[in-house]
Nanobody
Framework: QVQLAESGGGLVQDGGALILSCVAS????????MGWFRQAPGKEREFVAA????????YYADSAKGRFTLSRDKTKNTVFLQMRGLRPDDTGVYYC??????????????????WGQGTQVTVSS
């Protein structure tokens, strides 16, 4: 069974920073596409960022470009989402996602095979 475990969410002020981590485990885990989605109250789950585990190529939603950085540690099956310049509209539950194939910027929630349990990020104004 594949598991994705997130950590690092919390409460920050407008303009603050957070780092989210996601560790993947499981006997049959093979995922070239890993990344993050988020869901705000009353809204659909949306793509934030994706990374190809094999070559490190990254893609970001327009809302994340220039403020978020996604990286990975292949040896530890871990991805990191560094978020800075956080705004109140970044508030939501952030979900780690994994998929055998890497979809890049075209990744949508329906294509995700593995989900983490989610971690809350709250940005106060």
């Amino acid at each position: 069974q594949v598991q994705l475990a997130e950590s690092g969410g919390g409460l920050v002020q407008d303009g603050g920073a957070l780092i989210l981590s996601c560790v993947a485990s499981g006997r049959f885990f093979t995922s070239d596409g890993m990344g993050w989605f988020r869901q705000a109250p009353g809204k659909e789950r949306e793509f934030v960022a994706a990374i190809s585990v094999s070559d490190g190529t990254t893609y970001y939603a327009d809302s994340a470009k220039g403020r978020f950085t996604l990286s990975r540690d292949k040896t530890k099956n871990t991805v990191f989402l560094q978020m800075r310049g956080l705004r109140p509209d970044d508030t939501g539950v952030y979900y780690c996602a994994g998929n055998p194939s890497f979809y890049g910027s075209n990744w949508n929630a329906a294509q995700v095979k593995y989900w983490g349990q989610g971690t809350q990020v709250t940005v106060s104004s």
